[in-house]
């Protein structure tokens, strides 16, 4: 009985990072991208042009990505829905 919890427990705790952590770094991406693009600004220096670059590439893949669950999650809702 407690290992049924338990890898029901791990179960819960792998989906969550599954679906999550594409948002979260989202969030943490963009983040960084608008810090060095304003430190980019103000001090035109290179190493924070590269890194907004960078944190701009990712961020712009991990809302691909949020976008893509998007689409699963409205594609299991009418798959259910036409059940």
Do not use: D
Request: a positive charge; hydrophobic letters at 60%; one cysteine or more.
């Amino acid at each position: 009985m407690s290992t049924y919890n338990i890898e029901r427990f791990l179960s819960n705790i792998g989906n969550l990072a599954i679906w999550a952590a594409p948002v979260v770094l989202f969030i943490v991406f963009l983040v960084l991208f608008i810090v060095n693009l304003r430190k980019f600004k103000k001090e035109r220096a290179k190493p924070f042009k590269v890194k907004a670059i960078v944190f701009g590439c990712l961020s712009g893949y991990f809302l691909l990505t949020v976008a893509g669950e998007i689409c699963l999650m409205l594609f299991l809702a009418a798959a259910v829905a036409h059940m």
